[in-house]
Antibody
Framework: EVQLVESGGGLVQPGGSLRLSCAASGFTFSSYEMNWVRQAPGKGLEWVSYISSSGSTIYYADSVKGRFTISRDNAKNSLYLQMNSLRAEDTAVYYC???????WGKGTTVTVSS | DIVMTQTPLSLSVTPGQPASISCKSSQSLLHSDGKTYLYWYLQKPGQSPQLLIYEVSSRFSGVPDRFSGSGSGTDFTLKISRVEAEDVGVYYCMQGIHLPWGFTFGPGTKVDIK
């Protein structure tokens, strides 16, 4: 069974940093592109970042470019999102998703507040 | 940027009756590879989004055949032939053609049962 489990969320002050992780299982992780998508409280879905299967191609939403960094470790079947210079508007549930959002994890909550 | 719009934004349906959601994109989603990168997701209350339809009309694994997708270019439709109580939630369309600029979700259509 394909499974994605996010972790690393929490409460952080504005300007702070967090590193999210996504542990993948049930499929050949190294063969698939991955994405991060977020959902602010009571709002819709917003794509955050994409990484190709090898990690050689990366894209970001304008709203996070220069502050967030996506990466992956295919040996550990893991996806990451390093989030720096966090703002109140980054408060959301962050989901990792397989491929073109075929399968989603349950999400991890990030709250940016003083 | 591609803008995705959905109508209606909310829908109340009697069980056993059909339902239809429209999704329009500001640019054609037909790629030079011949595929049209339009997807439909359902986010049930308290859950992560789940893929229903990919590339306009292909049902994802395990999706009941009462769900169908159609359309081309910039105009797309998701139809539920006979709504069941388990179909409540928010339905999102998403474009995946302009990857360097990211994926874009529609605002969502909230479906509930009368």
């Amino acid at each position: 069974e394909v499974q994605l489990v996010e972790s690393g969320g929490g409460l952080v002050q504005p300007g702070g940093s967090l590193r999210l992780s996504c542990a993948a299982s049930g499929f050949t992780f190294s063969s698939y592109e991955m994405n991060w998508v977020r959902q602010a409280p009571g709002k819709g879905l917003e794509w955050v970042s994409y990484i190709s299967s090898s990690g050689s191609t990366i894209y970001y939403a304008d709203s996070v470019k220069g502050r967030f960094t996506i990466s992956r470790d295919n040996a550990k079947n893991s996806l990451y999102l390093q989030m720096n210079s966090l703002r109140a508007e980054d408060t959301a549930v962050y989901y990792c998703a397989l491929g073109y959002m075929d399968v989603w994890g349950k999400g991890t909550t990030v709250t940016v507040s003083s | 940027d591609i803008v995705m719009t959905q109508t209606p934004l909310s829908l109340s349906v009697t069980p056993g009756q059909p339902a239809s959601i429209s999704c329009k994109s500001s640019q054609s989603l037909l790629h030079s590879d011949g595929k049209t990168y339009l997807y439909w997701y359902l986010q049930k209350p308290g859950q992560s989004p789940q893929l229903l339809i990919y590339e306009v009309s292909s049902r994802f694994s395990g999706v009941p055949d009462r769900f169908s997708g159609s359309g081309s270019g910039t105009d797309f439709t998701l139809k539920i032939s006979r709504v069941e109580a388990e179909d409540v939630g928010v339905y999102y369309c998403m474009q995946g053609i302009h990857l360097p600029w990211g994926f874009t979700f529609g605002p969502g259509t909230k479906v509930d049962i009368k």
